[in-house]
């Protein structure tokens, strides 16, 4: 009786590590809250993140834009034209997998399977422990989306101007919506929703089981992958706009100018929203209002997607800087100059900051 007690305690931690592991990871690019946010991070923060050291780096050969997925202490990421597993604590590969085109695509993970975009115009679902491909979905053109799961369906865009809601276990398509125009956006699912902008310049929320538009929002410019918090959907555009709306109905609350050409997606944490533009800063806006909290200015474009954790942003820049800023004020906490342009958007999962480079390198940082 005593070795059956130990045995269920010792599955229950297991299982209890897992469901840990997965909540207080980075699962795909925006994370399963929808915010590029992660609340759960508590081993970083603004009085310590100036002693980040570099803990490894690995070397793909090719540029990475793709952005990293962390789960079970595993690092997820794309390069061209390959998908990596990387042993998250020493960077040692563990598999690869290759398309038949550039990855751009950021990967995303959930219940053992890792489901990524390829130029090659497919989505692949591959088993995230041995790198096998599990099934394939062929679009009609390049898929730079990153796809989003929930509840058992994986929801992308292609450039072929469709949003698509496939089974994650099958690959089979449950149903396509029809854009007017390439859909490079990565999808949010928040609330049995799906929200996703098309380069017909719309926003638009489809009923996350039958693909029904609920309703769109026509902005006049491209723009990046919405973020979903609180009943409201933040969007930016490459005009150098950042847009709040209602995400019942698509009403705009407020829009805000922060210049230059937004390439990037927000990130919104305790009451900020925080967007990259071209005019090379990274934005603090109110989240209730728009107004301007503040800016810093970087050394070249900001095209990666800032992530949040515990008080600190993270942000990549073309100046070959990964950067750490005091979420409430701006000011520079630590920067770490890679080998070339920094696209790639940062994880930070378990106090370990991740990051691709265009030098073709991923690399971590953590405490001495």
């Known amino acids: 009786m005593k070795r059956i007690s130990t045995l269920i305690a010792a599955l229950c931690c297991?299982?209890?590590?897992?469901?840990?592991g997965q909540k207080?990871?980075?699962?795909?690019?925006?994370?399963?809250?929808?915010?590029?946010?992660?609340?759960?991070?508590?081993?970083l923060n603004v009085s310590n993140v100036g002693s980040l050291e570099l803990k490894w780096s690995y070397d793909t050969g090719?540029?990475?834009?793709?952005?990293?997925?962390?789960?079970?202490?595993?690092?997820?990421i794309g390069s061209e034209p390959?998908?990596?597993?990387?042993?998250?604590k020493t960077g040692a590969p563990l598999w690869s997998f290759t398309t038949g085109g550039l990855v751009w695509s950021s990967p995303a993970v959930a219940n053992g399977v890792v489901y990524v975009g390829s130029d090659d115009y497919k989505l692949y679902a591959l088993n995230a422990k041995t790198g096998a491909p599990l099934w394939s979905y062929a679009t009609g053109d390049l898929v730079y989306s990153s796809p989003a799961v929930a509840n058992g369906v994986v929801y992308v865009g292609s450039h072929d101007g469709n949003v698509y809601a496939l089974n994650a276990s099958t690959g089979a398509?449950?149903?396509?919506?029809?854009?007017?125009?390439?859909?490079?956006?990565?999808p949010a699912v928040a609330n049995q929703v799906v929200y996703i902008a098309s380069l017909d310049q719309k926003v638009y929320a489809l009923n996350a089981s039958t693909g029904a538009l609920l309703w769109s929002y026509l902005t006049y410019d491209w723009l990046t992958s919405p973020?979903?918090?609180?009943?409201?959907?933040?969007?930016?555009s490459m005009l150098g706009d950042v847009f709040a709306l209602n995400a019942s109905t698509g009403a705009p609350l407020w829009s805000s100018?922060?210049?230059?050409?937004?390439?990037?997606?927000?990130?919104?944490?305790?009451?900020?929203?925080?967007?990259a533009s071209g005019n090379?800063?990274?934005?603090?806006?109110?989240?209730s209002t728009g107004a301007l909290l503040w800016s810093y200015s970087t050394g070249g474009y900001v095209q990666s997607s800032p992530a949040v954790a515990n008080g600190v942003v993270y942000v990549g820049s073309d100046d070959y800087k990964l950067y750490a800023l005091n979420a409430k004020t701006g000011a520079r906490l630590w920067s770490y100059t890679t080998g070339y342009q920094v696209a790639s958007s940062p994880a930070v999962a378990n106090g370990v900051v991740y990051v691709g480079s265009q030098d073709g390198k991923v690399y971590a940082f953590g405490l001495p």
């Open 280 to 287: 090379n800063t990274l934005c603090a806006l109110k989240a």
């Open 24 to 43: 207080n990871g980075w699962s795909e690019f925006q994370r399963p809250d929808m915010m590029r946010w992660n609340p759960y991070e508590n081993t």
């Open 257 to 275: 100018s922060i210049g230059g050409t937004i390439n990037s997606s927000t990130a919104v944490a305790a009451g900020g929203v925080y967007a």
């Open 82 to 88: 390959n998908v990596y597993a990387l042993n998250a």
């Open 227 to 236: 973020s979903v918090t609180k009943g409201v959907v933040y969007i930016s």
């Open 173 to 186: 398509l449950l149903w396509s919506y029809p854009t007017g125009g390439g859909v490079d956006s990565s």
């Open 14 to 20: 297991c299982f209890l590590s897992a469901a840990w």
């Open 62 to 76: 090719g540029s990475v834009s793709s952005s990293p997925a962390v789960v079970n202490g595993v690092v997820y």
